[in-house]
């Protein structure tokens, strides 16, 4: 898990001169429009200007979340806490928050720099989301999730639920393929099946 850490940390520590070189732009953007108001609103939308946004988000980065200071317990903890997190959002949230967290998966997949298959499957076995298999690449990409996080184990509720998973699988894809990706996931452990199936279909060019 070391080696992994660093690689990971690197990546995050790039994206994260990115992100702080683009909040800088933007800051003199709105000192230039005079628009200093936002920072004194009570509530955000998300037209909201990105330095009000800012405010509201806890200041930290994908590179900051493996800064574990935990010597007794260490790096791990029940998989079930994380299942609850999700549930909690879903039920508080309502049906908005699947496509919410969707694309909250589909940010951490991209910022895990994956660039081959191997590195996927590296990394999903490393932090424990899950065992990846391809089984088939044309005309459609097919990956299997076996041991899901999220829902191995769940009774047959009949309803796909690894809305986290496949947005990383997304950000991840998007990385390997150059490509814009939509995923689908098809099968899963809460619909009775021993896996979660995934469909990852090319939507087109990044810059497009």
Known sequence: MVGISNILKETFKLKKEKEKKNLEEVDKDQHKD???????????????????????????NYEDLFNVNRPT????MDVVVFRAFVCAIIK???FNSIHKIYHA?????????VKTMDDLIMIFRELGIGIVKVVEESPVIKVRIYESVFCSGFPNIGECVCHYERGILAGCFESI????????????????NDYCEFEVHVLGDLNK
Do not use: Q
């Open 34 to 60: 005079g628009d200093t108001k936002s920072h004194n609103r009570e509530d955000v939308s998300d037209s909201a200007p990105r330095t009000a946004y800012r405010r509201w988000c806890l200041p930290l």
């Open 73 to 76: 317990l260490g790096r791990y």
């Open 92 to 94: 508080y949230l309502g």
């Open 105 to 113: 998966g589909e940010e951490f997949g991209r910022s895990l720099g």
């Open 177 to 192: 393929l150059n490509k814009r990706v939509k995923v689908v996931e098809t099968r899963c452990c809460a619909c009775g």
